[in-house]
């Protein structure tokens, strides 16, 4: 048994899709469903024993203490967090709260249970074997100049937006509990992902959405910063590895080797869209791209070096750009109705229906 924190959002459900191809372990998926949770990302598992949904905060302690004695997990993924750095610009607080405090509060959590597991490795969970794998971000390591290498694992945390920031200060948290108390951490720190079910309001779902929809692609700035892009599914199978064999009190840099300029992405979007789904009047999708005020303190450039985690680990990227934005743009073009339905208040009056307002 594992607990998966944010399970519900891009990534974490994408994590749980990915583990159950590869594995029958039951996951407990603790998920406060914000905006950015959505069951309907996990409906293959509604009637699916291994996947157990619990509505709740990381930060209420009495039910993050309550499910780890119940279920007795012998590792915590933590995927949760606020993770969009416009919303960061505008309203950095659920960020300080969520990424800062909330994961103190699991990591307080984390080690008591953890203190009182057994010592003997031939019970589980026990607590040499326990793990608690943090996933972050690349954004922590700041912006590159042109001529820098990739970030490496080494490279001074130097965050820029509240979101980097906020994220910055919950790896910290996990390295000081590692170093302190012992408590067995493993942190990840991954580029930009893409792929299926990621909320329309990151670039790539964003941009897919507004050219079906006619409206503008906006472009921020020059639209000449640059991410390194890497498909879900790949993080998915990198977060898996390092749980099964990452070193203790180590940090994995996770990426793509696939840095590419903001215009390039849109224009290959465009033209993907263009094959796949051509616009009734016949033009091309790059018509409706319109640069936009640039975003307060815009990082230039991501880049990540994944050589310690192949090196240690023998993890690669499966995935090419290429394929991998062929295979997402057809993902939203035959799933139009999850768009819908997540942007839809009626999702969230459903969600309050079965769960409360939960505090919101
Ligand atoms: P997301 O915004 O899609 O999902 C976040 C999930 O966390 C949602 O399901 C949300 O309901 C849940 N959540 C938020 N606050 C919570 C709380 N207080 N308690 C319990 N659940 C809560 O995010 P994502 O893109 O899937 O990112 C997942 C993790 O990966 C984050 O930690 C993020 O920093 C990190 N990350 C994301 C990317 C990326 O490109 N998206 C890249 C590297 C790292
Ligand atoms: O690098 C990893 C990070 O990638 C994750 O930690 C974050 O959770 C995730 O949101 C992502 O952050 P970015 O800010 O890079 O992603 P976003 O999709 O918001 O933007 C990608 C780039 O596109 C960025 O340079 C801003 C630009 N952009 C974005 C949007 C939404 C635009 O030009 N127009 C847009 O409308």
């Excluded at 998920?31 to 291994?50: Q, S, V």
């Excluded at 080690?111 to 009182?116: L, Q, V």
């Excluded at 793990?131 to 490279?155: A, C, I, M, Q």
Aim: glycine share 8%; net charge negative; charged share 25%.
């Amino acid at each position: 048994m594992i607990l998966v924190t944010g399970g519900a959002g891009f990534i974490g459900a994408n994590f749980i899709h990915t583990w159950f191809k590869h594995s029958d372990e039951p996951v407990i998926n603790l998920d406060k469903l914000t905006y950015a949770g959505n069951l309907a990302n996990l409906t293959a598992f509604r009637e699916d024993p291994r996947h157990f949904f619990v509505r709740g905060d990381i930060g209420d302690r009495e039910q993050v203490a309550a499910l780890l004695a119940q279920h007795q997990p012998r590792a915590i993924v933590h995927f949760a967090a606020e993770s969009h750095v416009d919303r960061s610009i505008f309203g950095p607080g659920a960020f300080i709260q969520t990424n800062v405090v909330g994961t103190f509060n699991l990591l307080e959590i984390t080690r008591d249970y953890w203190s009182r597991l057994p010592e003997t490795a031939s019970e589980s969970p026990n607590k040499q074997d326990f793990r608690f794998l943090h996933v972050s971000t690349d954004e922590v390591y700041g912006t590159l100049k042109p001529e820098d290498h990739p970030f490496r694992e080494t490279n001074p945390h130097q965050p820029n937006s509240p979101y980097a920031a906020s994220k910055a200060a919950s790896d910290h948290l996990v390295r000081a509990w590692h170093h302190t108390y012992g408590l067995p951490v493993l942190t990840t720190n991954c580029s930009n992902n893409y792929g299926p079910y990621q909320f329309p309001e990151k670039l790539i779902p964003l941009v897919i959405h507004n050219a079906l929809a006619g409206k503008p692609l906006p472009i921020y700035g020059d639209g000449m910063q640059v991410r390194d892009w890497l498909h879900v599914e790949d993080h998915c199978l990198a977060i898996m590895r390092v749980l099964e064999a990452g070193r203790t009190g180590e940090t994995y840099n996770i990426g793509g080797w696939n840095e590419k300029p903001n215009l390039d992405v849109v224009r290959t979007i465009c033209a993907v869209l263009d094959r796949e789904r051509p616009r009734p009047d016949g033009r091309d999708y790059v018509e409706q791209m319109t640069f936009v005020q640039d975003r307060p303190g815009h990082d230039r450039r991501y880049a990540i070096d994944a050589g310690k985690i192949e090196r240690e680990l023998g993890w690669r990227p499966e995935e090419t750009f290429e394929s991998g934005i062929v295979k997402t743009a057809r993902w939203y073009l035959d799933h139009a109705a999850w768009v819908a339905d997540v942007t839809s208040g009626a999702y969230r009056q459903w969600v309050e229906q079965q769960y409360g307002t939960h505090g919101e």
